[in-house]
């Protein structure tokens, strides 16, 4: 993957200006603050690029299968911390910079005000695998780590080494121009497995953080774009600001039936395949409900205001209500696969496996659906929807949880209303389009990110 080389300068400076917000205590909740530009300039940007292209080098690749560290190759993740180090000298200097959990890293900015809680700011150093040689889809080496055209090309560029960098560009340069203790406690966690679930480094970070007495404020992680050309009929850029997660569940349907020699198949469709085909068919023809949540809706009366269209900004303005809730809805979920992702718990089939020998009729198989939940759908809402799937199957079919990784419910979702919010939203207003107001919006993450360990 590859981000633009202005686009990267400009996302930049965004931690530095959260940074100085949450520093100088200079934040306000009144919705008519007026959004001034902030003239922060890195000293060194072309230092700044070459740290994050050389750190795009190393194959941080995680791997589940990898039982003690889930580190595919834990010297690459050695040498990266070394790179961090040697790029930031300052911080490993000024902050008290801990290495957990083997390839891990949480740095901490201790504050002045110990009766102010701390706020947590979340990356990782991990990246998921890439496919190399004549049938690699990347144009450049994924490893590479280089500028072509004005791009940069790595993997992690945009999946999320970018922040690692950013984040302690900003701390550098802070502690550079004299910030030398901040007026609350400030952390910055990089776990190396968000790609495979956190188990190892987030996940022993928060338990670490919890151990010590640590209660968080809030906590900043990857979020949404930022859509530089708009939407249609609105040309503002748009920020999305991620305020809740969807929540995770995987379920397997084992199918039992008659097995037999490949030779003469049966032909009234009883067979185990043709069970599980009908399942995963039924599920696909007949997804879950629509619905129009937070914080979808506190989304749409963001936009609301800039949007030109009168008769289209009404109707975001009142998405609460219940029948044009209802409508957009079901447009949403017809638009695309991201739109119908953000209005509907989605399933979807990961796994199918059935059969042994190549003239064998299978007498067992399984399909694992894997199940993003909106916020409000329980636990116990997957094995509801497909239990009323099973009835016209002449199979049998037993229904378990999947192992892997941990289900768990959606996250709260945070108020767009305050003074946290509020912190992360001045700071793009006042660094990426300052000229003009930029549509900061809410909405959630479709994936399963580190943030959920420091939030449970």
Request: glycine share 8%.
């Amino acid at each position: 993957m590859s981000v633009r080389l202005v686009v990267l300068l400009a996302l930049l400076a965004v931690p530095f200006a959260m940074f100085v917000r949450i520093l100088s205590g200079n934040v306000s909740n009144d919705s008519g603050t007026r959004y001034d530009a902030v003239d922060i300039s890195l000293s060194d940007e072309k230092g700044a690029v070459d740290r994050l292209v050389n750190f795009l080098k190393f194959r941080t690749t995680s791997n589940s299968g990898m039982q003690e560290s889930h580190a595919q190759d834990p010297e690459q993740f050695r040498l990266a911390h070394k790179h961090l180090q040697q790029s930031y000298p300052s911080v490993w200097k000024q902050l008290n910079v801990e290495v957990i959990a083997e390839h891990s890293l949480l740095i901490q900015w201790q504050g002045r005000d110990m009766s102010l809680k701390p706020v947590l700011f979340v990356s990782h150093i991990d990246v998921v695998p890439a496919t190399e040689g004549v049938s690699s889809e990347w144009s450049r080496p994924p490893y590479g780590g280089e500028i072509f055209d004005n791009y940069i090309y790595g993997r992690g560029a945009m999946d999320l080494k970018f922040t690692v960098i950013a984040l302690l560009e900003a701390v550098d340069e802070l502690v550079k121009s004299g910030w030398a203790q901040p007026e609350r406690t400030l952390y910055l966690a990089f776990g190396h497995d968000e790609e495979v679930g956190g188990d190892r480094g987030a996940a022993t970070m928060a338990s670490l953080l919890a151990s010590r007495g640590v209660t968080l404020d809030f906590v900043v992680d990857e979020g949404g774009p930022i859509l530089v050309d708009g939407l249609p009929s609105l040309l503002l850029q748009i920020a999305l600001m991620g305020t809740a997660e969807k929540g995770f569940n995987s379920i397997i349907a084992n199918v039992s039936g008659k097995g037999g020699h490949a030779m003469a198949p049966p032909t009234d469709h009883s067979t185990v395949p043709a069970s599980m085909s009908a399942l995963v068919w039924s599920v696909d023809q007949h997804p879950p409900a629509t619905h129009l949540v937070p914080p979808v809706t506190h989304f749409m009366k963001a936009l609301a205001p800039a949007c030109p269209n009168p008769v289209l900004r009404f109707v975001l303005s009142h998405c609460e209500n219940r029948f044009l809730g209802y409508l957009l809805a079901k447009l949403l979920a017809r638009s695309s696969a991201n739109t119908a992702a953000v209005v509907r718990t989605t399933v979807g089939v990961t796994r199918m496996n059935a059969g042994t020998a190549d003239n064998v009729l299978p007498d067992t198989g399984a399909v694992l659906f894997n199940f993003r939940l909106l916020p409000g759908h329980s636990l116990d809402y997957p094995l509801q929807y497909l239990q009323k799937h099973l009835s016209s199957l002449s199979g049998k079919v037993k229904l378990q949880q999947a192992g892997g990784q941990k289900a768990r419910e959606a996250t709260p979702v945070s108020s767009p209303s305050s003074e946290q919010f509020n912190i992360v939203a001045r700071a793009i207003y006042e660094t990426v389009h300052p000229e003009q107001v930029v549509p900061v919006s809410c909405t959630y993450s479709l994936n399963n990110l580190d943030m959920i360990r420091y939030c449970l």
